[in-house]
Structure formats: C-alpha cells, structure tokens
C-alpha cells in the first residue's frame, strides 16, 4: 500500500463528471483514495474519468443514479461498500439550479431543484451511515452548499432553500452522529468557474464580480483542496462548521 494521505481509504463523490465533483474526485484519487461516483446524464464523461481515476492507481467505480431517488441511491452505497469494503468520506456534491423570479418559477422547477440539492445530499447521507459507523476509524461528510443559502441570491428562491436546508442538514447531522466519530460540515461556496456558472447572465456575473473583494472567480482545485482538507485528519476536531470559500463575497 502507498503511503499517500488517504491511502485505504473510500470516498464516495455525488454528481462527478464535470465541475467541482470531478475536481474533488481527481484529487480524493491523487491522495490515494478509491472513489466512487455517480451522474444523471452523463454516461461518456463518467467513464472518461473512471478510467483517468484507475490510472492513478487507485480503484473507481461508476455509476448511473439519480441523487432524488432514495433507493436508488441506497443501491448505489451498498454496491460502493461492496467493491471497496469501506466508506469513509462522502462528498455531496450534486446539484442543479433552475433561476426563475418566483412569480414565474414553475412548480417542477422547485421540486427539482429541492429534489436533487437537499433530499440528494439526505438520501446518501442516511445510506453511508451504518457501513461509516462500522469504521473504527469514523468517516467524514462534506455538503457543498452556496452562499445562495446564506445571504440568499436573486431568482434562486429554489436553490437557496434547498441550500440553506444542507446547512440545516450539515448541523443537524453532525450533532447526531459526533459521538459516533463521523463529522459533517458544509462548504458555502461563492462564483467558481465551471459550467453551472457560466450558464449565469453575463450582466449579473459582472456585476456579482465587482462585489467579489478577490476580484475573480474560485477555480475548482482550490474548492478540491478544502474539500480535501475538510475530510482529511487535520480537521478531526471541525464539526457541523459552515466554511465559505467565496472571495470575501458574502462576509
Ligand atoms: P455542474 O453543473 O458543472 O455539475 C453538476 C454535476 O452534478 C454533474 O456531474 C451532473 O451529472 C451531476 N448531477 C446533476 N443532477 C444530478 C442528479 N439528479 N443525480 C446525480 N448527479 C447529478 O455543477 P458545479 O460543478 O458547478 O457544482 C457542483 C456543486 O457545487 C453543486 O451542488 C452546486 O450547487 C455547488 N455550487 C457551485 C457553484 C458554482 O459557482 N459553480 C457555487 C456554489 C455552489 P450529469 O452531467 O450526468 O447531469
């Protein structure tokens, strides 16, 4: 076995084929951990990256699973358990947005959005439970939530509830399972460049930019090396913690 920071250990990484999720996966990999992976649509990029994750020596698997469907994403942690033998570090990273001012915003574009975002990041928190209680060791749970969800953004009624509810859930969660050695925090992220934000309008994004006290937008590494820290040992002793990686944008 290597003795790379993570080596033995096994991440589970919601909504991976692209953005944040693949940043973080990539990196959980580099570290020596064995990932496991789902998408909703995705099915080339998926396999593209099993392969780029079993290149770095260390095991994958891959799966089709929509996040919103509580058995499938049970099915989904038993066959993860299954080729791995343990799960230590779950990344609920999955997500959608569907902006709309409330006045126009559809019934179904709310549902999505709550499905995926928050009972997403419920359905596989409560499926890794019993194989995370398992470990001597316990296992850690990251929700990537948004500053959305803390100060609230225009046209995201949907998206900031569903994630303010993750950091409801990361709280809630962590008080419930501490004693069990499992801690739960969240990532309030801020803009960071990938495909969900360049779908923003341009003329919001400027504008949200000249608020940004950085000045840029986040890239995914960076978010992948908090999220790696955010698991690792060093931060054993942080729990039910909201960390915001956002340029200062929402101090
Ligand atoms: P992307 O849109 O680039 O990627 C989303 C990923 O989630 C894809 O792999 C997609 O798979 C997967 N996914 C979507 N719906 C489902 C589903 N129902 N079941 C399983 N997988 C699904 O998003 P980002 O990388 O930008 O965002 C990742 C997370 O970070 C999200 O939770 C987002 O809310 C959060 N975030 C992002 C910010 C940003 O500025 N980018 C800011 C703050 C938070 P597929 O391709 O198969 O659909």
């Known amino acids: 076995m290597s003795n790379k ?4 250990k096994s991440a589970i990484v919601t909504g991976a084929t692209r953005g944040i999720g693949k940043a973080i996966a990539l990196e959980l990999a580099k570290r020596g951990a064995n990932v496991a992976f789902n998408y909703s649509k ?63 915003m559809k019934e179904e574009d709310w549902d999505a959005v709550i499905d995926t975002n928050l009972k997403g ?8 439970l019993r194989p995370m209680m398992k470990n001597e060791s316990g296992g850690s749970i990251l929700n990537i939530s948004s500053i959305s969800g803390v100060v609230g953004m225009l046209g995201q009624s949907n998206y900031s509830a569903s994630k303010a509810g993750m950091i409801g859930l990361t709280k809630s969660l962590a008080k419930e399972i501490a004693s069990r050695k499992i801690t739960v925090n969240a990532l309030a ?63």
């Open 42 to 104: 995705s099915a080339g990029e998926a396999d593209k990256l099993k392969t780029e994750i079993e290149g770095l020596g260390v095991k994958a698997f891959a799966a089709q699973c929509d996040v919103g469907q509580t058995d499938s994403a049970a099915d989904f942690v038993k066959q993860a358990k299954e080729e791995f033998g343990t799960i230590d570090f779950l990344v609920n990273n999955a997500g959608i947005t569907r902006d709309q001012l409330i006045l126009r």
């Open 5 to 8: 920071q993570f080596s033995g």
């Open 189 to 251: 992220l801020g803009l960071i460049e990938t495909e969900m934000a360049a779908e923003m309008n341009s003329e919001y994004r400027e504008k949200i930019l000249e608020q940004i006290p950085l000045k840029r937008l986040g890239n995914v590494q960076e978010v992948a090396e908090i999220a790696c820290f955010m698991l690792s040992d060093a931060a054993a002793y942080i729990t039910g913690q909201v960390i915001q990686a956002d340029g200062g944008l929402a101090m």
């Open 121 to 128: 990041a419920w359905n596989f928190s409560k499926a890794v």
